[in-house]
């Protein structure tokens, strides 16, 4: 047994091996490490880690089980709130969250708990181990828009209360950003995020692929043609937003979401009928989990890369595990700068970004202190390929082909954080669609909590 202060390392594929390959960086935890890193648990009375969680998960309980080695009880148990653990356990940001505030933290290391939860949702997965429910069939239906990790939860948790639930999916592949945004090196797309939509299909669920709501059909024909008596929107915030400099329309400019979705959910790594641009040198501009990827998955396909971002290392809103990664891997890091031009060729591709040097002044209304420009400090930096990863917001489709549906001044759907509950009568939506970019597990979060609303709704007209 280790020192009960210091967490269980995990066995992560070497950098310079990884910076060349689609696999998987982190190899998880054997059955023997996942056991020991669990006795690291101290089972608190009032433990502050359930209340970390967004969907709320009994960590202690599961943790317990595994320290026991009931595998399939931990899994059980996890499973009653998460229909994604394989995925959470990979992508969350625990350390803000369960993790941060577990007691172990305050004088050593916080038990590994998103590590451990990959754990037993493998375990189970890897032993045919599926979520379980006998809930009887109540003959409601509700449609499901989208299927990223707001429209699982919420169809999934709705499916074990007896609903009839059938998602609807604009492109041909289920799990949303899971499948498309987050790449395979993090999340195994076939492996695991198809196998946890398997499970959620299990529960009853259809999914219907390549149906683009608001075009093939409307939330009001669902409604009032096809015998939908309740929805949730869940789709997502797919919209790239761009900088308005001089140069962005050169060929060669990609936003990190055409960027990563060319290669996750394409495969154009592997499958050259889909092109995808393989640049020598790559400036990524941002400094979130999406250029992170963007960055990362660059360097793979064999480029020299660049982060530019405007604030200092303190402010990089990436997870801190992505950035490590990143370094280590061999991106480079940019700080306190920011593109004003990007400069192309004769023939308009990228040749270089001009860049102006940055420093930090006041706060702003976020609380981080405002990036200034330092006048006269601009330089060029030669590349081919530019990624614009600057934040995303929702698709206006949706709301601009519903009637009644209220959207803010961002165009995220409006919606209350307790149930979901639009300006729609029936019509609930979560997740990114609401909130903007945000997590897996706050999309999960908001899924979980729309379903309550939908059946408190059903309940109310009973
Ligand atoms: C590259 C990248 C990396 C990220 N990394 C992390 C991470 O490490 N950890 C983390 O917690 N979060 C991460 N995020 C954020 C996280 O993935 C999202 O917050 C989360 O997926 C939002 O879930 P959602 O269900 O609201 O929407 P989405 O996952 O976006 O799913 C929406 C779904 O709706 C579908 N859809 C959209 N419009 C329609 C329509 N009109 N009709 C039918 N279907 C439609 C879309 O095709 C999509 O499948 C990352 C995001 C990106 C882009």
């Given at each position: 047994m280790g020192d009960p202060m210091v967490r269980v390392p995990i066995s992560e594929q070497e950098p310079l091996v990884r910076?060349?390959?689609?696999?998987?960086v982190c190899l998880g935890y054997t059955e023997e490490e996942a056991v020991e890193e669990a006795s690291?648990?101290?089972?608190?009375?009032?433990?502050?880690c359930v209340g970390g969680c967004p969907v709320s998960i009994n960590i202690p309980a599961f943790i317990e089980q595994v320290k026991e080695r009931n595998f399939e009880k931990a899994y059980e148990i996890i499973s009653e709130s998460s229909a994604l653990p394989a995925v959470c356990g990979r992508v969350c940001p625990q350390e803000s969250q369960c993790e941060g505030v577990c007691?172990?933290?305050?004088?050593?290391e916080a038990v590994a708990i998103g590590k451990l939860e990959r754990f037993v949702a493998d375990w189970a997965r890897e032993h045919g181990i599926k979520p379980k429910t006998n809930a009887p069939k109540n003959g409601h239906k509700v449609a499901v828009i989208g299927s990223g990790p707001s429209g699982l939860t919420c169809a999934g948790d709705l499916a074990k209360l007896g609903y009839e639930v059938t998602i609807f999916e604009a492109?041909?592949?289920?799990?949303g950003v899971l499948v498309y945004g987050i790449p395979e090196f993090r999340l195994p797309k076939d492996e695991v995020v198809a196998a946890e939509v398997e499970n959620v299909k299990s529960l009853g669920v259809k999914i219907e692929t390549?149906?683009?709501?608001?075009?093939?059909?409307?939330i009001d024909q669902l409604m009032e043609?096809?015998?939908?008596e309740a929805v949730f929107i869940?789709?997502?915030?797919g919209l790239p937003r761009f900088?308005?400099?001089?140069?962005?329309?050169?060929?060669?400019v990609f936003s990190a979401n055409e960027f990563l979705t060319r290669n996750n959910l394409m495969k154009a790594y592997l499958n050259h009928d889909t092109p995808i641009s393989r640049g020598k040198k790559v400036v990524v501009v941002g400094g979130g989990n999406v250029a992170m990827d963007a960055a990362r998955t660059a360097l793979r396909l064999g480029a020299e890369v660049h982060v530019v971002y405007r604030r200092s290392e303190a402010e990089l809103p990436a997870r801190a595990e992505e950035v490590h990664h990143a370094k280590e891997e061999g991106i480079i890091f940019d700080l306190l700068q920011n593109p004003v031009e990007i400069l192309s060729d004769e023939n308009g591709w990228v040749r270089g970004i001009k860049i102006i040097k940055m420093e930090l002044g006041e706060p702003d209304e976020s609380g981080r202190r405002r990036p200034v420009e330092i006048a006269g400090s601009e330089y060029e930096i030669e590349c081919d390929t530019v990624i614009m990863s600057l934040g995303t917001s929702p698709n206006p489709l949706i709301a601009s082909t519903t009637e009644g549906l209220e959207t803010n001044r961002r165009g995220c759907i409006v919606a209350k954080?307790?149930?979901?509950?639009?300006?729609?009568?029936a019509v609930y939506a979560g997740g990114d669609a609401v909130t903007g970019a945000a997590t897996v597990i706050l999309a999960m979060g908001a899924g979980k909590q729309a379903a309550k609303g939908i059946d408190a709704y059903f309940k109310s007209r009973a």
């Open positions: 910076a060349k390959n689609f696999e998987e690291r648990c101290l089972n608190c009375k009032n433990p502050r007691i172990r933290g305050i004088k050593g492109l041909h592949k289920t799990g390549n149906v683009v709501v608001g075009k093939s059909v409307t043609e096809e015998g939908y869940g789709s997502g915030a900088m308005g400099i001089p140069g962005e329309q050169s060929n060669g954080e307790e149930d979901g509950e639009t300006s729609k009568t």
